[in-house]
Each structure stands twice: as structure tokens, then as C-alpha cells.
């Protein structure tokens, strides 16, 4: 039988390949208990990419990002997730991509906040948020 690489689990191909970066343990991040609606903890950037572990207690109100790819991971929490003309409930352990120019949202459903992983490409700098309409039939 040929074994194939490709098909390991991500988590036992990391156990058998040494450490390129260093890393962060994202379950020590927890969310400031005064938080309001929004806590953002920046992990790193260089010219290519900007990494957070964000905390949202209630939503994250519609925008796009007119230069930018965003990755989110969901770690903790559930919410309503907006992507374009979809909507879906999200969990943790899903994966979101919203590509640059896509709308997109998430209303909070959880009793906790949501806590997600958000890598964005290239480096973010806080100017390219752009908020606008979002029409919902909830």
C-alpha cells in the first residue's frame, strides 16, 4: 500500500514537522469582562498578512474590505454569519473565507461572545473598513 502525505491529518502532519514560527496558544486570549461589543487582540502582521484573535459580544455591523481577503476561524461561541446574499449559523471549528469586496456581518447568538480567528491579507491597517446597508429578513 503507498502511503500519501497529502492525507495526514493537519494536526499529526504539525506533531511530525518542526515549528517554522512561533505560535500563540489563541485559548489563553479571553475577552475583557468590561468588554462593550468589540475586543480585538492583534498576534502579528508583516507585508502580507495581519493576524487577530477578535471578540464580539453582539454583531459586527455590515462592511467590506475593498483591499483585503479575511480567513476567520470560529474558536468559541455561535452567531448568525452574513456572507453576501447567504446567511448561516456559525460554530466553532468553521472556516470563512470573505474575499475582498464581499459584504458580510455576524450577529452574536451565544450567551458567550463570539471569539474567532481573523487573518487578513495583505497587512491590515484599520483603513480599510467600509460600512454599509445590509437588508435581512430574519
Not at 448561516?88 to 464581499?102: A, E, L, S, Y
Not at 447568538?109 to 429578513?137: A, E
Given at each position: 500500500?503507498?502511503?500519501?502525505?497529502?492525507?495526514?491529518?493537519?494536526?499529526?502532519?504539525?506533531?511530525?514537522?518542526?515549528?517554522?514560527?512561533?505560535?500563540?496558544?489563541?485559548?489563553?486570549?479571553?475577552?475583557?469582562?468590561?468588554?462593550?461589543?468589540?475586543?480585538?487582540?492583534?498576534?502579528?502582521?508583516?507585508?502580507?498578512?495581519?493576524?487577530?484573535?477578535?471578540?464580539?459580544?453582539?454583531?459586527?455591523?455590515?462592511?467590506?474590505?475593498?483591499?483585503?481577503?479575511?480567513?476567520?476561524?470560529?474558536?468559541?461561541?455561535?452567531?448568525?454569519?452574513y456572507l453576501g446574499e447567504?446567511?448561516?449559523?456559525?460554530?466553532?471549528?468553521?472556516?470563512?473565507?470573505?474575499?475582498?469586496?464581499?459584504?458580510?456581518?455576524?450577529?452574536?447568538?451565544?450567551?458567550?461572545?463570539?471569539?474567532?480567528?481573523?487573518?487578513?491579507?495583505?497587512?491590515?491597517?484599520?483603513?480599510?473598513?467600509?460600512?454599509?446597508?445590509?437588508?435581512?429578513?430574519?
Open positions: 500500500m503507498k502511503f500519501n502525505f497529502y492525507y495526514l491529518p493537519l494536526c499529526l502532519i504539525a506533531m511530525l514537522s518542526p515549528p517554522i514560527i512561533a505560535g500563540a496558544d489563541l485559548s489563553t486570549y479571553t475577552a475583557p469582562s468590561d468588554m462593550k461589543n468589540l475586543h480585538i487582540d492583534e498576534l502579528g502582521s508583516s507585508e502580507s498578512s495581519s493576524e487577530f484573535v477578535i471578540f464580539v459580544r453582539n454583531e459586527v455591523k455590515a462592511h467590506i474590505h475593498k483591499e483585503h481577503t479575511e480567513l476567520i476561524y470560529v474558536l468559541e461561541g455561535e452567531g448568525l454569519f447567504t446567511k448561516q449559523i456559525i460554530k466553532p471549528g468553521d472556516f470563512i473565507r470573505v474575499n475582498k469586496g464581499i459584504v458580510h456581518a455576524v450577529k452574536v447568538t451565544s450567551k458567550i461572545p463570539l471569539k474567532v480567528l481573523s487573518i487578513q491579507t495583505p497587512k491590515f491597517i484599520g483603513k480599510d473598513r467600509f460600512f454599509v446597508d445590509l437588508k435581512t429578513n430574519n
